[in-house]
């Protein structure tokens, strides 16, 4: 059974970094891609950033500069490291595995990042 473990949401103030980690585990297939999402309150969830097996990266433009993306491969685990944040980055973030030939149907739970004006 996959299951992905997400860690490093919080509180903090604008301007501020957070790292965001995802440990997967049960993985027996061939990962397509990983990625970040978030959803704010009354918004629809948006990709911030995924990350290939070959370690091709992307991200929204609203990110782009601030966040980066990685991948420990040994440990089918995804970073997210986001600086300089704003408050409309304020939302429940949530790590998603895109499995080759059946999609993105793995999700963490999502933890949330309040960032304080």
């Known amino acids: 059974q996959v299951q992905l473990v997400e860690s490093g949401g919080g509180l903090v103030q604008a301007g501020g970094s957070l790292r965001l980690s995802c440990a997967a585990s049960?993985?027996?297939?061939?990962?397509?891609?990983m990625g970040w999402y978030r959803q704010a309150p009354g918004k629809q969830r948006e990709v911030v950033a995924s990350?290939?097996?070959?370690?091709?990266?992307n991200y929204v433009d609203s990110v782009k500069g601030r966040f980066t993306i990685s991948r420990d491969h040994a440990k089918n685990t995804v970073y997210l490291q986001m600086n300089s944040l704003k408050p409309a980055a304020t939302a429940v973030y949530y790590c998603?595995?895109?499995?080759?030939?059946?999609?993105?149907?793995?999700w963490g739970q999502g933890p949330q990042v309040t960032v304080s004006s």
């Open positions: 998603n595995i895109n499995r080759l030939g059946i999609g993105s149907v793995y």
């Open positions: 049960g993985i027996a297939f061939t990962i397509n891609y």
């Open positions: 990350i290939t097996s070959g370690s091709r990266t």
